[in-house]
């Protein structure tokens, strides 16, 4: 009898385990991850057209390496939103991945992504500080060289600090199911759950 009584809760959880993990644990860890992106880029997207828009008034009103400075937000910040808007669509319109695994791959290439990103966002700080430092060298237009360096700089800096913020929301959301992950088996037809005592 005890042992039809564990054979029968054990069945039960794992109907659960299984029920939640092909349902509601990836449907709501997907959404969750919708939810970050969208964040992201809505962050993103604030910040290009605030660029823009200073960057438009800066560069009309401004002279010498101050309007550079703004010319090259501008220009900058029509990348950033094009990228924040494509983001957000293609994160808003993403069908729900049909497994926890799919969704952790996802998840996974984003991340690396995100660092990717961070990469090249010290390789734009890098070449900000080598403009500025050009114009010192240089009589044919140095003022533009030093504006369009620390608008380079504050960008770089920018995008390295959201990118590294972004991802480390975003590994914690992994995290969780990579820890989910590691309990479950699924086989064909099958799916089991690894105990430890």
Same mark, same amino acid.
């Given at each position: 009898?005890?042992?039809?009584?564990?054979?029968?809760?054990?069945?039960?959880?794992?109907?659960?385990?299984?029920?939640?993990a092909q349902?509601?644990?990836?449907?709501?860890?997907?959404?969750?991850?919708?939810?970050?992106?969208?964040?992201?880029?809505? @962050?993103?997207?604030?910040?290009?057209?605030?660029?823009?828009?200073?960057?438009? @008034?800066?560069?009309?009103?401004?002279?010498?390496?101050?309007?550079?400075?703004?010319?090259?937000?501008?220009?900058?910040?029509?990348?950033?939103?094009?990228?924040?808007?494509?983001?957000?669509?293609?994160?808003?319109?993403?069908?729900?991945?049909?497994?926890?695994?799919?969704?952790?791959?996802?998840?996974?290439?984003?991340?690396?992504?995100?660092?990717?990103?961070?990469?090249?966002?010290?390789?734009?700080?890098?070449?900000?500080?080598y403009l500025?430092?050009?114009?010192?060298?240089?009589?044919?237009?140095?003022?533009?060289?030093?504006?369009?360096?620390?608008? !380079?700089?504050?960008?770089?800096?920018?995008?390295?600090?959201?990118?590294?913020?972004?991802?480390?929301?975003?590994?914690?959301?992994?995290?969780?199911?990579?820890?989910?992950?590691?309990? !479950?088996?699924?086989?064909?037809?099958? !799916?089991?759950? !690894?105990?430890?005592?």
């Amino acid at each position: 009898m005890q042992k039809l009584f564990l054979l029968l809760i054990l069945s039960l959880f794992l109907f659960g385990i299984d029920s939640f993990a092909q349902n509601s644990s990836i449907a709501e860890a997907y959404q969750q991850d919708v939810k970050i992106r969208k964040t992201g880029m809505a @962050i993103l997207g604030t910040w290009a057209v605030g660029n823009m828009i200073t960057g438009a @008034i800066g560069r009309s009103q401004a002279t010498g390496q101050n309007a550079y400075f703004h010319e090259m937000n501008l220009i900058w910040n029509v990348v950033n939103l094009g990228i924040a808007g494509a983001g957000y669509y293609f994160t808003a319109t993403g069908d729900t991945p049909e497994s926890a695994s799919v969704l952790l791959n996802d998840q996974v290439s984003f991340q690396k992504t995100l660092l990717f990103n961070a990469g090249l966002d010290l390789t734009y700080i890098a070449g900000g500080f080598y403009l500025m430092e050009r114009a010192k060298n240089t009589t044919n237009r140095p003022e533009r060289l030093r504006g369009y360096g620390k608008s !380079v700089i504050l960008q770089g800096s920018f995008l390295f600090v959201f990118d590294i913020i972004l991802h480390t929301i975003h590994s914690k959301q992994s995290s969780q199911i990579s820890d989910f992950l590691s309990y !479950v088996q699924i086989g064909p037809n099958q !799916v089991g759950i !690894v105990l430890g005592f």
